[in-house]
């Protein structure tokens, strides 16, 4: 079993400088893989209101929870970024990660490989990362090409996502301000004049819902509502496959794509319910 442990902030801005300046990379990533913008295009896009410099981005998974790896997304023109599902139960011995992409993909249920407040801090250190490069002028962007989105995602009941811990975790994400603060005293020495850099405070103000296992159009609309309303979120649901009903989906699967391995697909959600849930959140 693979375990993540988040790198220090400190470790991280040292590296991160000092293989600019070494080997002309970040976090082994060569400068001639970097995007930043084309100053004769505008790639930008509109996402809850907000304006995004690129439609592209990491989709939530193992990959979306350590802050070096949401860096490398923004070095190559990443700009909408779905976080790692986060979670009540964030105690879990599952299979590590959760996903397995060597071939076919699989997905390992209730997943989550940090604790919520590890996930907290890391998203908060990948923005401040983000800040630290741009402030440096190390890593020069065309015009417009800076505007960023960190989308949080959560999961997988009603009971969860209302629980303290949840709330806490999106808060943190709302105004994280008093951890900036933390982490900012953590810049090393050699990187003080940074220590100065507005970094944001204000991570995330929207949300994606993932509602797999089972969780029922009611549920799914009154998570949605408490997105919304209690919040203070805007709000997107993620739909399933399994939404299409046990013959449809073993068709895919198993005709279709010739993956005859696969038997079992969960069918507790209803088109109906859904079609409810979207227009609520989308109101």
Known sequence: MADFVPHPFARLVSRMFR???????????????????????????????????????????????????IVLAWLGGARIFELKTVQALDRLRIPRPCIDMRNVGYNVEWSQELRTEESLEEYVKASMLVDLL????????????????????????????????????????????????????????????????????????????????????????????????????DCIIKL???LLGPKDLRALFNDAMGYGDIKGCAVDETWSGLKLVIRKALR
């Open 134 to 233: 741009r402030a440096s002028g190390k890593v020069a962007l065309a015009p417009g090409f800076e505007r960023s989105i960190f989308d949080l995602s959560v999961g997988y009941d009603l009971k969860g996502v209302r629980g303290e811990k949840v709330r806490g975790f999106i808060a943190g994400m709302k105004d994280a301000g008093r951890l900036v603060a933390r982490l900012r005293g953590q810049i090393p020495r050699r990187h003080a004049a940074l220590r100065d850099v507005d970094f944001l405070t204000a991570i995330s103000g929207s949300v994606t819902l993932s509602t797999f296992h089972g969780c029922p159009p009611d549920e799914i609309e009154a998570i949605a509502s408490f997105m919304l309303e209690e919040m203070g979120l």
């Open 19 to 69: 293989e600019l300046e070494l080997k002309d990379a970040v976090f082994d990533l060569p400068r001639r893989s970097f995007f930043t913008g084309d100053p004769t295009k505008d790639f930008s896009v509109r996402f809850h209101g907000m304006r995004a410099s690129s439609p592209l981005g990491p989709a939530a998974g193992p990959h979306t929870q350590l802050a070096q790896n």
């Open 240 to 242: 399933n496959p399994t």
